[in-house]
């Protein structure tokens, strides 16, 4: 709105003459301008112009705030909104050099968004919301939180933490668990994605994380893909690997869908959602049984390989093609591809993992990669690609879980549980928490009463959302730490705001275990608060006294319990740039590449596991002849929170869909844009079709993204890996039929689809 806006009559006419009339000024002023001086001198004068602009505004370096690449990039702000982002020096962003995703680059109208939560508020007795000040909302969360902890034990609250936020943050979400409200049942959104990589590969390597660095991505000769959607959740990765395959390199492609990656593929392979131990254990038969594994590498370092070999030999090359749908000759030429390659990659995202034996699919990666010898050399490991900005660091190193504390430590060994006893001044019990599936099933049984969630949406997020919905209503008490009113706040007693990335200072880990700084660009927003400071205050309120000046000491409290980190401080990561994990202390310069000499497991050496046959907990049937497969989108991020909220973004992918074969649609009597009602046995939504042969016949793809039609209605909460607790987001039995309506017409509908 211009300042003329608020004028009437003839003020307002004046006033707009008088700005046009500065703007012909301007153009006079350019022409003679340019008609009088050198193309050298006006060079000067608008640079000099330029630089007097820029010296206006504030720009600082920091790490992206969307996925798990960890991009480093400048942010200009003029102290109100993010006006620019543009690439940083190339040495200081080790990942992605001067590269960014169309999120990174134009992805901040959210900061400034007209609905951004500025100011607390608390639920009154008629059961609306109202605004309140922060002594009141923290005085209602203390006492909500605290009668539950007082009557029922610390054990009838849980906490879900945030991958969002920075690892400082998280580190004191976990210890706020513990310490103050006196529970073990603390998770966060990695028991919905990555848990199964993290059991699998610390079961057999040691580390639950990628061995690589990402400059491995291009110069191994071999990369095997399998459940990622690289070129659209991970743009800047994708980028790295098919520079490597126009060089030389081979691509190898894994997926129910020929997503955008296959395009570049030396091999793709199309392979029924579900099956993955089946089709690795192919490729692991066949280098086995014809001696095309690495003896050398077998023989000093690793353990079990008898096993897995013996467990292999039933999955034939006709079981296998029956089962998944992958001819032998295919299986043949992926493995002799691997076992000629001096050096491979094997990398992976939550195809792999949300199933129901998503751990076992890890380890049977693990295996494959190990008797190959693919480990601890350059352009050789396992790389499981991460999803939001700090899963890695905030999901998992700084211990928001029910099982570790951070670094992995076991909260069941003594030793280790008496160490943080000691430093955190309370006591902990060695029972492990629940996991965060596990806290709203238990909620339906009163174990759990009372839910703190800070930045994770699980209204939308959680597996089978209707009992989502239903224990978010029912609980005691729920407070929720958010940027906006989410679909989850919408159920909450008191909605604590919270900043943004660009609005606090702390630090990241991203998917290679490099640790870097995030910086403050702008003031936040009206009243938020970071969330390390929220919960300092709750926690003083609550009894303790914690008294953190800044997110650097809360990192050298970290450094000081957690040995993964004990060479990690914002000085150095300030000062070299980042830091990979493990980094033991102050001389140790981190580590690019894990297993370069031993495994982190007890002898020293990878323990592989022998894998058998496992399918999906629930397969098609005459009633739900379609298996249903769920992924992300380029121009989304999870559940829109904050990309719903772009207007260019949500230009390109405004609301969901479903991905239909043409014969399977035309079976259904539905042609391309009609809408589709999809049913699972819990329950129902529509979208409108697309029809491709980009998925199988008997396969259809729904997005995450979109409230409106939210695909985790069709999801089971119930189906979940016996290890690590993952959800089976990634089959689901369904139906497809027409649709009684009409399909939306977006045109001019931005704003409107925006709004979460």
């Not at 806006?5 to 006419?13: H, K, R, T």
């Not at 210890?175 to 006196?182: D, I, M, P, S, T």
């Not at 589709?676 to 793809?701: K, M, Y």
Request: a negative charge; glycine letters at 8%.
């Amino acid at each position: 709105m211009s300042d003329s806006d608020d004028l009437d009559g003839v003020a307002g006419y004046m006033q707009q003459a008088k700005q046009q009339a500065l703007k012909n000024v301007e153009h006079v002023t350019e022409g003679v301008a340019a008609e009088s001086l050198s193309e050298g001198k006006l060079f000067e004068i608008a640079q000099s112009i330029g630089d007097r602009r820029l010296e206006e505004l504030t720009v600082a370096d920091t790490t992206c705030g969307y996925c798990a690449v960890g991009c480093r990039f400048d942010l200009y702000s003029d102290g109100e909104e993010i006006l620019a982002a543009r690439p940083t020096a190339e040495e200081d962003a080790p990942v992605n050099g001067i590269s960014t995703c169309v999120k990174g680059k134009f992805g901040y109208d959210f900061v400034n968004s007209d609905d951004r939560l500025t100011t607390p508020l608390v639920r009154d007795e008629a059961g609306a919301f109202r605004e309140a000040s922060w002594a009141e909302a923290l005085d209602r969360v203390a006492q909500g939180l605290g009668e539950i902890r007082d009557e029922h034990g610390g054990e009838a609250l849980s906490l879900i933490a945030s991958s969002k936020a920075t690892n400082e943050e998280n580190y004191l979400m976990g210890k706020f668990a513990r310490q103050v409200l006196g529970t073990n049942s603390v998770d966060n959104c990695n028991r919905l994605c990555h848990s199964s990589t993290v059991a699998g590969l610390a079961k057999t390597y040691g580390y639950g994380a990628a061995s690589i660095s990402t400059e491995d991505l291009e110069i191994a000769d071999c990369i095997l893909l399998t459940g990622s959607n690289t070129t659209e959740a991970h743009p800047v990765l994708a980028t790295r690997i098919k520079q490597n395959v126009r060089d030389g390199a081979n691509l190898l492609v894994f997926d129910p869908r020929e997503i955008q990656i296959a395009e570049y593929a030396t091999q793709y392979t199309q392979v029924k959602p579900g099956y993955d131990a089946v089709w690795i254990n192919a490729l692991t038969r066949y280098i086995i049984n014809n001696d095309l594994y690495d003896e050398t590498f077998v023989d000093e370092r690793t353990t079990g390989f008898e096993e897995v070999k013996a467990s292999v030999q039933e999955f034939t090359p006709e079981r296998v093609e029956e089962v998944t749908g992958v001819p032998h000759e295919e299986i043949v030429s992926a493995a002799e591809t691997i076992a000629e390659s001096d050096a491979c990659v094997f990398g992976w995202t939550l195809g792999l993992t949300e199933h129901s034996h998503g751990t076992e699919n890890v380890i049977a990666m693990a295996n494959l990669a190990a008797i190959t010898g693919n480990l601890g050399r350059p352009g050789t490991g396992v790389s499981p690609f991460r999803g939001q900005n700090n899963v890695q660091g905030g999901g998992g190193d700084m211990g928001p879980l029910p099982d570790n504390f951070p670094g992995y430590q076991d909260i069941a060994d003594d030793e280790i549980r008496a160490k943080f006893e000691e430093a955190w001044d309370c006591e902990i019990s060695g029972e492990y928490g629940y996991y965060t599936t596990q806290m709203f099933l238990a909620a339906d049984d009163d174990d759990i009463r009372g839910m703190y969630i800070i930045g994770e949406n699980a209204a939308l997020s959680e597996p089978g959302v209707n009992h989502a919905e239903e224990i978010l209503r029912d609980l005691d008490f729920l407070v929720v730490q958010d940027l906006f009113v989410t679909e989850t706040a919408e159920y909450a007693d008191v909605v604590l705001p919270a900043c943004s990335f660009v609005e606090k200072t702390g630090t990241f880990t991203n998917t290679d275990r490099t640790v870097q700084m995030v910086n403050k660009v702008m003031e936040p927003k009206g009243e938020s608060r970071p969330d390390w400071q929220i919960l300092q205050d709750l926690a003083n309120r609550m009894g303790r006294d914690w008294a953190y000046a800044d997110t650097a000491e809360i990192m050298r409290e970290v450094k000081s319990l957690t040995p993964l980190y004990g060479g990690v401080s914002h000085e150095r990561v300030r000062d070299e740039g980042g830091l990979q994990w493990p980094c033991w202390d102050d001389d140790h310069p981190g580590t690019p590449r894990l297993y370069a000499e031993e495994f982190n497991t007890e002898n020293g050496k990878a323990n592989l596991h022998g894998v058998g046959y496992s399918e999906p907990a629930e397969t098609p049937d005459e009633s739900y002849p379609l298996s249903l497969t769920t992924g992300r989108v380029l121009y989304q991020y999870h559940t829109g929170t904050m990309t719903h909220r772009e207007e260019g973004i949500m230009q390109y992918t405004p609301s969901d869909f479903i991905e239909i074969h043409p014969e399977t649609a035309e079976a259904a009597g539905i042609e391309s844009g009609d809408m589709v009602t999809v049913e699972s046995r819990r329950g129902e939504i529509v979208v409108p079709a697309q029809l491709t042969d980009r998925v199988g016949p008997d396969t259809v793809f729904i997005p995450i993204h979109f409230a409106e039609s939210a695909v985790n209605r069709l999801t089971n909460e119930e189906h979940i890996d016996p290890v690590a607790a993952t959800p089976e987001y990634k089959v689901s039995a369904v139906r497809i039929s027409p649709a009684e309506m009409a399909a939306p017409d977006h045109t001019g509908d931005i704003e409107a689809l925006g709004d979460d």
